[in-house]
């Protein structure tokens, strides 16, 4: 199998390095050599954060390279724009249709741009949710990640009950139904 590259972008505060060890999980669960590593952070909120997570026979650099990914999950519409060129052509990118404003915007030094969305698509093959309005009908927005991870799996070969397995083991105990429920609803939606 040739590696596959995914990259996980959002804002600092939105579960981008968590859903990065889900991913790094299910790949070492699938018996793939992985590598993870975690480019920009900000761990303060409002920041960008970048997490690349690659697996294959053999990998051997962490870092994917711009045109290389096959899967970019973006858990925000911005952060999906300034990244989008490392999509490879046939790639997946997967947004959350959602909006935090970068500290530029907020401060009145730049534009948060309009229609993100329709612009990648035209482009790109792009699949969207309104994860957060979706995790909220759940009862916890918190979980909207895994809504977004959920549709990321319809584009990766793993099968439902490894996914499952993996976000058991790795979120916090007490948030396993809730999490697993979210994904659930990722996994379902027809985009």
Do not use: C
Request: without cysteine.
């Amino acid at each position: 199998m040739a590696t596959k590259n995914i990259m996980i972008v959002g804002v600092g505060g939105q579960g981008t390095l968590l859903t990065s060890r889900i991913l790094g999980g299910l790949a070492i669960a699938g018996g793939y050599d992985v590598k993870l590593s975690e480019v920009h952070g900000m761990a303060q909120r409002g920041g960008s954060v970048v997490t690349f997570v690659r697996y294959g026979e053999k990998v051997a650099e962490p870092i994917v390279e711009e045109g290389q990914a096959d899967v970019i999950i973006a858990f925000e519409k911005l952060e999906a724009l300034r990244y989008s060129h490392f999509l490879k052509e046939d790639g997946a990118l997967i947004i959350n249709d959602w909006r935090i404003d970068p500290m530029p915007v907020v401060i009145g030094a730049a534009q948060y741009p309009d229609h993100i969305i329709e612009n990648l698509a035209k482009e790109h093959k792009v699949y969207t949710v309104n994860a957060t309005e979706e995790a909220k009908k759940l009862g916890n927005s918190r979980v909207f990640n895994m809504i977004v991870l959920g549709i990321a799996a319809q584009h990766m070969d793993f099968p439902k009950a490894l996914w499952y397995e993996v976000i058991e083991n790795t979120v916090p105990p007490k948030t396993i139904e809730i999490n697993k429920k979210a994904f659930e609803v990722g996994y379902e939606l027809k985009n």
